[in-house]
């Protein structure tokens, strides 16, 4: 019997046939296992030096015969694929349209990262974006899993109604590490049960309206100092504290629910599984989770009894890319355990097709081969496809865009996801020290308002919210860290009456504008650390001064022990991110409104810090 044969035999005796794979090739099969980007694309790359930047937004031909004729598994959108709704429905569409030509007929898991606050994908002044999972953290005292649910809810609603159907979200990470650059507010804080409490609710949620959830990152991001997207972070916690904490969440969760996915982390740690591989260069290393038998087999199916589909990381991220081809990387993830390739290559061209029919060729073969196990293939495709049943996807084949165009505009921002946006970001400032009753801020004591506000765009929400609050006796003027004129700006601080000062920390990370195709850019904008510096100078001038003074923490509130000291209040917000139209006339933020309602005694202040921090000293 040919080895063909005895996997189709497999398919059969596990139940595949009922969704018509029984005649696909291995490469069919293979390519149900795979999750690409099509971020960019080019018709024709003719310059390898420039690489592409044309945002695909609309479907070309090229690309729907090669969903069809690979039979591919699944895309991940990014927010240069995402313009407006009817643009959004179009593509889904005809990305489902093109699934359906194919072989198998099976649909596309079309998946997001939208995770709400510092990571979303969609639009902001298109759909309700939230203020993340830190600040939903910071509700837990007074409202429990209400947000956690609430904004899973309008998530899974809005996103369903666009055509997408996977989301890479709840982040689950216990974030223990003040340094941690890449995780810190997408946590819901330090405590790993209340991190698994929420983290339920948002699956719970998700999930009922049909989304498929993704709990990241397994087995636990929240204690490295590394950004996986850039090196290969090292965990040396031992046994009890990776039970106890990093496993905690996920354990908790597959006890009360099924999320669809769990998503890999490119982590290495030692105390799980100290196997080591060689790197492409030739270094030998340890075995990051996502290419760890013992953590994703062993660990997550054996002792941890997950029954859903596994899926990498983004595969083209340093933490492997710089050690594996992609190749490598594939065969590596599936021989671990992982079901879902995320984004082995790049399609960037009508030449990249040729790369992916010639990656799966080469997986295959190591089916074929016996390098990867044919029993364990088999039973991986049946996860993907016992999802994509479960989650009734193949309805979106039936699915008129018309009707789902009609749809998504009754269901993106609309009156009652908004209010519950402006809820959550009310009821997520936590004040932190209030010295000599600062605050409220008051008309009759504070009249002249001077901001320190880490950019131009950040000066012009806080101003134009502070200054519609009814409080006309009010005038508000702002610094900019960002086209510094310091001259200026240190005779406002000393003509105010008091002055409100907000930093970002940490700086600003690769998967927080999309995935390695910016680290270029993030890497030319990093200046947070001379921003830093030149607050911190303005503020001892504010306190020189004996200006009474505000702090707000606008990302991780661990900054605070730097700059609380200098200041009479300290408030965190967990998030600070704005929408200004091109004219200029409209400013959305939920934040910076929450946060001038709190500055001006508008709202009762009820957030708790959910992670630990120095106190400032009174």
């Known amino acids: 019997m040919s080895k063909d044969l005895v996997i189709k035999c497999l398919l059969l005796l596990t139940g595949i046939a009922s969704l018509n794979v029984k005649a696909l090739t291995i490469e069919q099969q293979v390519a149900q296992k795979i999750m690409i980007d099509l971020r960019y694309f080019c018709n024709k790359q003719t ?28 895309i991940i959108l990014f927010s240069e694929n995402l313009q407006n709704i009817e643009q959004i429905t179009t593509l889904t569409h005809d990305l489902q349209s093109a699934a359906k030509q194919s072989r198998v007929k099976s649909p596309l898991l079309i998946s997001i990262d939208q995770e709400g606050g510092r990571v979303v994908r969609l639009p902001r002044n298109l759909a309700t974006s939230f203020t993340g999972n830190m600040s939903i953290g910071a509700t837990y005292v007074t409202h429990g899993d209400t947000f ?139 075995k990051p989770a996502t290419m760890s038998h013992k953590i994703l087999t062993t660990l997550l199916r054996d002792e941890m009894h997950y029954q859903g ?56 073969n190591a089916v074929k081969s016996g390098e990867i196990d044919y029993l364990a293939f088999s039973q991986s ?17 039936n699915t008129k865009l018309e009707t789902l165009q009609v749809k998504a505009k009754e269901t993106l ?57 009814g409080e006309n006796n009010i005038t508000v003027t702002c610094t900019s860290l960002i086209g510094l004129n310091e001259k200026r700006a240190k005779a406002n601080i000393l003509n105010a009456d008091i ?9 600003q990370s690769v998967v927080e504008i999309g995935g390695m195709d910016d680290i270029e850019q993030v890497m030319i904008h990093q200046n947070s650390a001379l921003a830093s510096n030149q607050l911190e100078k303005f503020m001892i001038l504010a306190k020189t001064a004996n200006k009474p003074s505000i702090f707000i923490s606008l990302r991780a509130p661990y900054d605070v022990a730097r700059f609380g000291v200098y200041a009479d209040a300290v408030l965190a917000s967990y998030a600070y991110n704005v929408n200004i139209s091109d004219d200029g006339k409209t400013i959305t933020s939920a934040a910076f409104s929450a946060l001038a309602h709190a500055l001006l005694g508008k709202h009762d202040i009820t957030g708790q810090l959910p992670v630990t921090i120095l106190q400032p000293s009174e």
Request: net charge neutral; hydrophobic share 40%.
């Open 148 to 286: 956690a649910t609430q904004s899973a809810t309008v998530i899974a609603k809005e996103l369903t109604a666009l055509g997408i159907n996977v989301n890479h979200a709840p982040d689950i990470d216990v974030n223990i590490n003040p340094d941690n650059p890449v995780i810190n507010v997408r946590s819901f804080g330090e405590d790993p049960n209340k991190v698994a409490h929420l983290g339920a609710a948002q699956v719970r949620a998700f999930q009922q309206h049909n989304l498929v959830a993704t709990l990241k990152h397994f087995p636990g991001h929240g204690d490295t100092n590394v950004d996986s997207h850039t090196g290969l972070p090292l965990v040396n916690h031992d046994l009890n504290t990776i039970y106890n904490k990093d496993l905690l969440p996920f354990k908790q969760i597959l006890a009360q629910t099924s999320p669809g996915m769990i998503m890999t982390a490119h982590i290495q740690y030692p105390a799980l599984d100290k196997t080591t591989f060689t790197a492409k260069n030739g270094d030998i290393m340890i």
């Open 47 to 74: 310059n390898q030096d420039q690489p592409c930047k044309k945002p695909l937004l609309i479907l070309p031909d090229e690309l729907k015969a090669m969903i069809s004729a690979t039979n591919l598994g699944g």
């Open 499 to 507: 002055i409100i000062s907000a930093n970002i920390s940490p700086k």
């Open 413 to 469: 921002a609309n009156p009652v996801h908004l209010k519950i946006e402006k809820k959550l970001a009310q009821s997520a400032i936590t004040l932190i020290k209030n010295r000599s009753a600062t605050l409220p801020i008051t008309a009759d004591k504070n009249k002249k308002i001077h901001l320190i506000m880490p950019d131009q765009n950040k000066c012009v929400a806080f101003s134009y919210f502070l200054s519609n609050q």
């Open 381 to 397: 495709v049946t996860r993907i496809a016992t999802l994509k049943t479960n989650f009734s996807l193949s309805d979106a084949f």
């Open 309 to 364: 589909v596994v899926i990498t990381d983004a595969l083209n991220m340093a933490g492997i890319s710089d050690f594996f081809t992609p190749t490598q990387a594939v065969i590596n993830t599936f021989k671990a355990g992982a079901d879902i390739a995320l984004m082995p290559i790049q399609i960037r061209s009508s030449d990249d097709v040729v790369k992916l029919e010639q990656l799966i060729k080469d997986v295959a």
